[in-house]
């Protein structure tokens, strides 16, 4: 059911809210679990995280936030039709050295973390996987930059997987 209120002039779509606000619950858990995947790197470039809060950035683009590490890239993006989407890249040369468990893993969590059983509304469509792809220049470029207003560089803890 659309609504407009004389005070703002936007439709809105109280089911398309509640998908998407589960949709970004959704994301933030993505990012929780596939963080503890690297954890047993004892190299500190593997354990670092990007967080790009693109809502913050001012330039008002369908990004809304955006997640790096060496091996992926996890995006929260609105699509023209306003539905809220979760996109993942493997990058495709850390599949080609480290082979393609890593990234398996971090795929099986982003769909455990969208499922049907597990959400209310239905937003198992809510997901993307692309091709893989150059994720590690966009990584390492982001990470010389630094952080910033609405860049947060972080590092995972070191944890033995023994």
């Known amino acids: 059911m659309n609504q407009t209120t004389q005070e703002n002039t936007a439709t809105t779509n109280p089911e398309l809210d509640a998908r998407n606000q589960a949709v970004e619950k959704a994301y933030f858990e993505i990012i929780k679990h596939t963080s503890v995947l690297l954890q047993p790197f004892e190299s500190v470039k593997y354990r670092k995280m990007i967080n790009v809060n693109h809502s913050e950035s001012g330039k008002g683009n369908s990004l809304i936030n955006e ?88 590092e995972i803890d070191f944890k033995s997987a023994n």
């Open 67 to 154: 997640t790096l590490t060496f091996f992926w890239n996890i995006t929260l993006t609105r699509n023209k039709q306003n539905y809220v989407m979760v996109y993942f890249t493997a990058d495709a040369e850390s599949i080609t050295k480290f082979g393609q468990r890593l990234a398996n893993r971090a795929i099986r969590q982003v769909f455990k973390c969208t499922a049907q059983e597990k959400n209310k509304p239905l937003i198992e469509d809510c997901v993307r996987l692309n091709n893989p792809g150059k994720v590690q220049d966009y990584f390492l470029s982001r990470l010389a930059n630094g952080d910033n207003l609405f860049t947060t560089i972080s």
